[in-house]
């Protein structure tokens, strides 16, 4: 359960119009929710915020009760160009966080190995990030958050830099294993399909102040074929929000 | 010819060919010998000191044996007291502003310049040597060493830090993992600095190593000694260097593709 209050955020070297408004926001546990908007709204701002790597100017943050105060605890984070420490193999990128809980070298290994096998990468595990290819890398990260068994998983533009087609995989995959590991999901994207393949609830974000124009819930059942006359008809809806002049 | 012969052929005959015209200008008259002696008198000085010894039949080996270990033991020390301390400057900005200038400062101070008061301080053995030595290495290993850990990919750091990791963690198994490329470049200016350093170094209170058979050689109007000396300390400076050139690419595997490039 991730609470959110009138949270506002501006950076001491910015000036100008706040990059967080005082937004409002609620997500329920094992929530798929997404964050949409154009390059620059806030969507990472506010991402960082409820990972606890950014403190708020303003307003309240809660997870389950408790305020955020700092990073960890819970809440795994899938970056836009994956971070994996590029000096560790697979397997030792997924178990440096296991390994940082106090678990044996053993089990953060065997620990590893099962989440890679997840994502269906178990052939990789000896092989550094520099010998996988994006989307393989983005798996590798994805697997590397799960491995503290967060209860919120934030995703900032995940699949961003891969190609249209490995995306499409990616998010495939990435329902997949959602559905095999319920978690409440943060995820960021500047593209309107991946929304509305992924999202049980999509907000809209307008910049400064970053703020949210438009919220709505999609119910349908996934996988979702891009084909439905729904999603067609909200892509349409989002694409005006995002393009027109009702933003 | 291949690539590979090239690349060690070309070099080869540039420097025959200089050897060559030097000897012939050497054999014309030309050059005076006190002040450039042909290289066949420096191979026959090369064969007399590494056999027969100067001064007092110490030979060339235990000179350069000498010299290696106190650069080694200097540029040890430096590095091993800088690398700590320049993650600690280089991770907060604060202590980073606070420190700079008197980093640059230190860093510009000629390290021979110090040589009178390393005396006073350290005496006339082993330790004012070493000092020097270690001197000269420590400023330039730690502004790499700062400049290294803020050139740290921040979201490295912050994926740790979404990961639990504590501070202390961060710094030994994010930051120093993540600067090490630049550190190992760092490391070998440092020991570039060592050699540069050491002539100096030994000019006083020893008539063992490197710098003091050059220093030696020049009070006995020994020209020649002086040449073999200085290309041995560069022999010796070209064959670490490259010795540690390759200990990084067997420390740092991923380093080759990371910047870029094929292995
Ligand atoms: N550390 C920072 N300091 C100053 N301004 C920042 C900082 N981070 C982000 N911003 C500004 O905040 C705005 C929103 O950024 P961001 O949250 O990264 O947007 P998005 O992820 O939606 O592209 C941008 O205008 C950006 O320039
Ligand atoms: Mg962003």
């Given at each position: 359960?991730?609470?959110?209050?009138?949270?506002?955020?501006?950076?001491?070297?910015?000036?100008?119009?706040?990059?967080?408004?005082?937004?409002?926001?609620?997500?329920?546990?094992?929530?798929?929710?997404?964050?949409?908007?154009?390059?620059?709204?806030?969507?990472?701002?506010?991402?960082?915020?409820?990972?606890?790597?950014?403190?708020?100017?303003?307003?309240?943050?809660?997870?389950?009760?408790?305020?955020?105060?700092?990073?960890?605890?819970?809440?795994?984070?899938?970056?836009?160009?994956?971070?994996?420490?590029?000096?560790?193999?697979?397997?030792?990128?997924?178990?440096?966080?296991?390994?940082?809980?106090?678990?044996?070298?053993?089990?953060?290994?065997?620990?590893?190995?099962?989440?890679?096998?997840?994502?269906?990468?178990?052939?990789?595990?000896?092989?550094?990030?520099?010998?996988?290819?994006?989307?393989?890398?983005?798996?590798?990260?994805?697997?590397?958050?799960?491995?503290?068994?967060?209860?919120?998983?934030?995703?900032?533009?995940?699949?961003?830099?891969?190609?249209?087609?490995t995306r499409n995989e990616m998010q495939d995959e990435l329902l997949r294993v959602w559905a095999q590991r319920r978690k409440t999901v943060v995820f960021v994207t500047h593209s309107i399909w991946e929304d509305?393949?992924?999202?049980?609830?999509?907000?809209?974000?307008?910049?400064?102040?970053?703020?949210?124009?438009?919220?709505?819930?999609?119910?349908?059942?996934?996988?979702?074929?891009?084909?439905?006359?729904?999603?067609?008809?909200?892509?349409?809806?989002?694409?005006?929000?995002?393009?027109?002049?009702?933003? | 010819?291949?690539?590979?012969?090239?690349?060690?052929?070309?070099?080869?005959?540039?420097?025959?060919?200089?050897?060559?015209?030097?000897?012939?200008?050497?054999?014309?008259?030309?050059?005076?010998?006190?002040?450039?002696?042909?290289?066949?008198?420096?191979?026959?000085?090369?064969?007399?000191?590494?056999?027969?010894?100067?001064?007092?039949?110490?030979?060339?080996?235990?000179?350069?044996?000498?010299?290696?270990?106190?650069?080694?033991?200097?540029?040890?020390?430096?590095?091993?007291?800088?690398?700590?301390?320049?993650?600690?400057?280089?991770?907060?900005?604060?202590?980073?502003?606070?420190?700079?200038?008197?980093?640059?400062?230190?860093?510009?101070?000629?390290?021979?310049?110090?040589?009178?008061?390393?005396?006073?301080?350290?005496?006339?053995?082993?330790?004012?040597?070493?000092?020097?030595?270690?001197?000269?290495?420590?400023?330039?290993?730690?502004?790499?060493?700062?400049?290294?850990?803020?050139?740290?990919?921040?979201?490295?750091?912050?994926?740790a830090r979404t990961m639990d990791t504590p501070q202390a963690e961060i710094f030994r198994r994010v930051i120093l993992p993540a600067a090490a490329p630049r550190l190992m470049s760092g490391a070998r200016v440092?020991?570039?600095?060592?050699?540069?350093?050491?002539?100096?170094?030994?000019?006083?209170?020893?008539?063992?190593?490197?710098?003091?058979?050059?220093?030696?050689?020049?009070?006995?109007?020994?020209?020649?000694?002086?040449?073999?000396?200085?290309?041995?300390?560069?022999?010796?400076?070209?064959?670490?260097?490259?010795?540690?050139?390759?200990?990084?690419?067997?420390?740092?595997?991923?380093?080759?593709?990371?910047?870029?490039?094929?292995?």
């Open positions: 359960m991730i609470e959110i209050s009138k949270l506002s955020k501006v950076f001491a070297n910015d000036s100008g119009a706040p990059v967080l408004g005082e937004v409002d926001l609620s997500i329920a546990p094992n929530e798929f929710v997404v964050l949409l908007g154009r390059s620059g709204c806030g969507k990472t701002t506010l991402l960082n915020l409820i990972a606890g790597l950014e403190t708020p100017s303003g307003g309240e943050l809660r997870v389950n009760g408790k305020k955020v105060t700092g990073p960890g605890a819970g809440k795994g984070m899938v970056f836009q160009q994956g971070a994996l420490f590029p000096w560790l193999t697979a397997k030792a990128n997924i178990a440096f966080a296991a390994i940082n809980r106090g678990m044996k070298k053993d089990a953060a290994d065997a620990l590893a190995l099962e989440l890679l096998a997840l994502v269906g990468l178990a052939a990789a595990a000896d092989k550094y990030p520099f010998e996988l290819s994006g989307g393989m890398q983005q798996r590798v990260a994805i697997a590397r958050a799960l491995a503290l068994d967060p209860e919120i998983l934030l995703m900032d533009e995940p699949f961003g830099a891969l190609d249209e087609i509305l393949i992924l999202a049980d609830r999509v907000l809209v974000m307008a910049p400064r102040p970053g703020r949210f124009v438009l919220e709505r819930r999609i119910d349908l059942p996934r996988p979702r074929r891009r084909s439905d006359p729904t999603l067609v008809a909200l892509y349409d809806e989002i694409w005006s929000h995002l393009h027109g002049g009702q933003v | 010819m291949s690539p590979r012969a090239q690349t060690w052929l070309v070099p080869a005959a540039v420097l025959a060919a200089f050897l060559g015209i030097w000897e012939f200008a050497a054999d014309q008259g030309w050059l005076r010998p006190i002040q450039f002696p042909p290289p066949s008198r420096l191979a026959d000085s090369f064969i007399d000191l590494a056999t027969r010894g100067f001064p007092q039949g110490i030979t060339l080996w235990t000179h350069a044996g000498i010299t290696i270990a106190r650069i080694l033991a200097g540029h040890i020390l430096a590095v091993m007291l800088a690398i700590p301390l320049g993650i600690l400057i280089g991770s907060y900005p604060l202590l980073d502003r606070a420190t700079s200038p008197l980093v640059a400062f230190c860093r510009s101070i000629a390290t021979l310049s110090l040589l009178p008061l390393a005396l006073v301080w350290f005496g006339t053995g082993e330790a004012s040597k070493i000092f020097l030595i270690g001197y000269g290495c420590f400023w330039v290993m730690l502004s790499a060493t700062i400049g290294a850990v803020k050139l740290v990919d921040p979201v490295l750091i912050r994926a440092a020991l570039g600095v060592g050699f540069m350093v050491i002539v100096g170094a030994e000019m006083i209170g020893t008539i063992r190593g490197l710098g003091s058979l050059i220093m030696e050689a020049r009070t006995f109007y020994r020209t020649d000694i002086t040449m073999v000396g200085m290309l041995c300390i560069g022999a010796f400076g070209l064959a670490i260097t490259t010795a540690m050139a390759k200990l990084e690419a067997w420390l740092i595997p991923w380093q080759a593709r990371v910047e870029g490039q094929p292995k």
